[in-house]
């Protein structure tokens, strides 16, 4: 089988992870804050915090920005659940809105209606690496005066016009889960270029103890007093994914290239196929293609799940469309009757097929071609 997904992985990261263990500094350590200086350099944004995975961090997204009980959040349902969950994890409670369905990305215009007094912040996905609407969706939130949190988990390495995502908001969090562009097998980071959240997302992330392992080490002999000054978590990285993460980083603009050849090669063999529709960039808008999707069109003579079954025999590995959170049985007892018919058609008629670096030529064209052998098949086109 041709895998959907596959991590870049190499004898580089390996050493370096074996160096950091022989190192006898395994914790959240000086790899960690080497780590987070580079990434903050890379995305342009001022701090840098690490932390244990994507979902903590949009979790301490929530508590910093002070979202609690009563309040509201608006977010797409067409995400991973992690983007609606960190809402209820803070107490408060999702609104769900509608994506555009050429770059599956909140609709601003859609946003902008279900804002109400309640309403405190607004959590923008960059859906499989798209970059979202970033500039309409921050004239929204200053209008409203809310706060806008980008969920740039699959978007590490894509940029928005000109600038790289990590920058534009006061609050981004990245996931580096093996799906990801770069990985370090478990693993998030926060940026924002606002000291005082950076101070508060390091303090909340190691219990909230004002003075962690490494800052005792660096004290050297002095006594460095502990206190633990609010409710806080262990959301902490280790320096072993760290040191990964930094070979990772040295990478990702290489891989953010073939990977866009890749989707390159795709469009130009798919958009001849009448019932297709392949990933839309918009102006100023640059993707990493942390996945790529395939929409079939209305009148499509094979199903969507006629698609995966068939390049499923042809050994190619698929994975439905996007999920839409108010569809999980999580969200469907808590929130009955809501209806979002442009996330819910988007969901159910799209398709990820494999894209990853490296990425062998005959492997694109098996791909390619097994999607243009069923369309012939099916039409009885020799």
């Given at each position: 089988m041709i895998q959907i997904a596959k991590p870049y992985l190499t004898k580089e990261e390996a050493d370096a992870a074996a160096e950091t263990v022989l190192s006898g500094w395994v914790a959240q350590g000086p790899k960690v804050k080497e780590f987070e200086q580079r990434f903050a350099e890379?995305?342009?944004?001022?701090?840098?915090?690490?932390?244990?995975?994507?979902?903590?961090?949009?979790?301490?997204?929530?508590?910093?920005?002070?979202?609690?009980?009563?309040?509201?959040?608006?977010?797409?349902?067409?995400?991973?659940?992690a983007s609606s969950n960190c809402v209820r994890y803070a107490g408060a409670t999702p609104v769900f809105a509608e994506i555009r369905p050429d770059d599956f990305n909140l609709d601003p215009d859609d946003v902008r209606k279900r804002i109400t007094g309640k309403t405190k912040a607004?959590?923008?996905?960059?859906?499989?690496?798209?970059?979202?609407?970033?500039?309409?969706?921050?004239?929204?939130?200053?209008e409203h005066g809310l706060k806008l949190i980008e969920d740039a988990a699959c978007a590490a390495g894509s940029s928005y016009k000109?600038?790289?995502?990590?920058?534009?908001?006061?609050?981004?969090?990245?996931?580096?889960?093996?799906?990801?562009?770069?990985?370090?097998?478990?693993?998030?980071?926060?940026?924002?270029?606002?000291?005082?959240?950076?101070?508060?997302?390091?303090?909340?992330?190691?219990?909230?103890?004002?003075?962690?392992?490494?800052?005792?080490h660096l004290s050297g002999a002095g006594v460095l007093p502990e206190e633990h000054t609010e409710l806080g978590y262990n959301y902490r990285m280790t320096d072993m994914q760290a040191a990964i993460g930094i070979r990772q980083l040295e990478k990702l603009d290489m891989i953010v290239k073939e990977r866009r050849n890749i989707a390159e090669f795709y469009n130009r063999r798919f958009e001849k196929i009448e019932w297709l529709k392949v990933p839309v960039e918009k102006e100023g808008c640059i993707s990493n293609y942390q996945s790529y999707a395939l929409t079939l069109l209305s009148g499509s003579p094979v199903s969507r799940d006629e698609l995966i079954s068939l390049l499923g025999s042809e050994g190619i590995s698929t994975r439905k469309g996007i999920m839409t959170a108010h569809r999980e049985k999580a969200y469907r007892d808590l929130m009955p009757g809501i209806s979002l018919p442009v996330s819910e058609s988007a969901s159910d008629n799209s398709i990820l097929i494999p894209l990853y670096y490296p990425m062998k030529e005959d492997e694109k064209e098996q791909v390619a071609h097994a999607v243009e052998k069923i369309f012939r098949k099916v039409l009885k086109i020799v």
């Open positions: 890379y995305t342009g944004a001022r701090h840098a915090v690490a932390v244990s995975n994507c979902t903590t961090a949009l979790h301490l997204a929530m508590i910093v920005a002070g979202i609690g009980p009563g309040d509201e959040v608006i977010c797409p349902s067409m995400s991973y659940i607004v959590i923008a996905v960059h859906q499989i690496g798209m970059p979202a609407a970033i500039d309409e969706l921050k004239r929204m939130c200053n000109g600038r790289k995502i990590g920058c534009h908001s006061e609050i981004v969090c990245f996931s580096f889960h093996p799906r990801k562009v770069i990985t370090t097998g478990e693993g998030g980071m926060i940026t924002t270029s606002n000291e005082e959240l950076s101070e508060k997302f390091r303090l909340l992330r190691q219990h909230a103890m004002n003075a962690g392992g490494y800052d005792r």
